[in-house]
Nanobody, 129 residues
Framework: QVQLMESGGGLVQPGGSLRLSCTASGFALSHYHIGWFRQAPGKEREGISCITSGDGATYYASSVKGRFTISRDKAGNAVVLQMNSLKPEDTAVYYC??????????????????????WGQGTQVTVSS
């Protein structure tokens, strides 16, 4: 069974940093395009960063560009979202996802098309003083 798992969420003060990790069971994560999405209470789901397999092309939503960095670990076993300069509006449940429908798409397009994706259980990020 294909599963994705997020870790690394928590409570952090504004301006702080967190590092989220996405790992997988049932398939080799390094072979798949991966996206990070988030959803805050009362807000629409947002694709914030995506990375392709192979060339590792990346995309960032304007809301996180310059503050968040997506990458794959050297072993290819995890996709990491490094989040710096966190703001209260970054508070949300963060999910990593992948979709078989993403093959051939750019990282930016992937982040706008979560339909049919496999989702992790999510990890809560709370930015508050």
């Amino acid at each position: 069974q294909v599963q994705l798992m997020e870790s690394g969420g928590g409570l952090v003060q504004p301006g702080g940093s967190l590092r989220l990790s996405c790992t997988a069971s049932g398939f080799a994560l390094s072979h798949y395009h991966i996206g990070w999405f988030r959803q805050a209470p009362g807000k629409e789901r947002e694709g914030i960063s995506c990375i392709t397999s192979g060339d590792g092309a990346t995309y960032y939503a304007s809301s996180v560009k310059g503050r968040f960095t997506i990458s794959r670990d050297k072993a290819g076993n995890a996709v990491v979202l490094q989040m710096n300069s966190l703001k209260p509006e970054d508070t949300a449940v963060y999910y990593c996802i992948t979709s078989a429908r993403w093959w051939g798409l750019s990282a930016g397009t992937m982040c706008s098309r979560p339909e049919g994706a496999v989702w992790g259980q999510g990890t809560q990020v709370t930015v508050s003083s």
